[in-house]
């Protein structure tokens, strides 16, 4: 006697869609500074895409660091904008950047004036070689500093 397997459609529930809400950086530029006491370095936004899905940002951008070129960055922006990794390759492997953004939205005030908005970044730059093995000592390590989008004078 043949017996009959009975099908039955599975519903599933859709993922959890949680878009980027946060600020936007692109056109930010970060002054750095190393508590290593290497010099000053700049990390610029040069894009920002919003992902659709997930509460993060793509980035691409600059780092410019102890002299040379600026050295291409791609990385994103997490946690709807408090959060940033990105990366950039360097001759001995590649440097990661891993940090905190506190954003601070512009404002006027009749007696405080105008204030643009600006940003606050507080993080880690580690150094890796080819293998991706920890190079000690190399790169700026801990950085901080502030950010915001520069402003150009044109002349009439």
């Given at each position: 006697?043949?017996?009959?397997t009975?099908?039955q459609?599975?519903?599933?529930?859709?993922?959890?869609?949680d878009?980027?809400?946060?600020?936007?950086?692109q056109?930010f530029?970060?002054?750095?500074?190393?508590?290593?006491?290497?010099?000053?370095?700049?990390?610029?936004?040069?894009?920002?895409?919003?992902?659709?899905?997930?509460?993060?940002?793509?980035?691409?951008?600059?780092w410019q660091?102890?002299?040379?070129?600026?050295?291409?960055v791609?990385?994103?922006?997490?946690?709807n904008?408090?959060g940033?990794?990105?990366?950039?390759?360097t001759?001995?492997?590649k440097?990661?950047l891993?940090?905190a953004?506190?954003?601070?939205?512009?404002?006027?005030?009749?007696t405080?004036?105008?204030?643009?908005p600006?940003?606050y970044?507080?993080?880690?730059?580690?150094?890796?070689?080819?293998?991706?093995?920890?190079?000690?000592?190399?790169?700026?390590g801990h950085?901080?500093g502030?950010?915001?989008?520069p402003?150009?004078?044109?002349?009439?």
């Amino acid at each position: 006697m043949a017996t009959q397997t009975q099908t039955q459609d599975v519903i599933r529930p859709l993922p959890k869609i949680d878009p980027y809400n946060g600020p936007n950086y692109q056109g930010f530029v970060f002054t750095l500074y190393s508590s290593s006491g290497k010099p000053t370095h700049y990390l610029t936004i040069a894009t920002q895409t919003a992902e659709v899905f997930f509460a993060q940002a793509y980035i691409t951008g600059y780092w410019q660091g102890d002299g040379g070129t600026p050295k291409p960055v791609a990385g994103l922006i997490t946690g709807n904008g408090d959060g940033i990794s990105c990366s950039w390759s360097t001759p001995n492997g590649k440097n990661v950047l891993e940090g905190a953004l506190t954003y601070s939205v512009g404002k006027f005030g009749v007696t405080s004036g105008l204030a643009w908005p600006s940003a606050y970044l507080d993080g880690n730059v580690t150094a890796y070689d080819a293998n991706g093995n920890v190079l000690q000592g190399m790169g700026p390590g801990h950085v901080y500093g502030e950010g915001g989008r520069p402003w150009v004078a044109v002349e009439a």
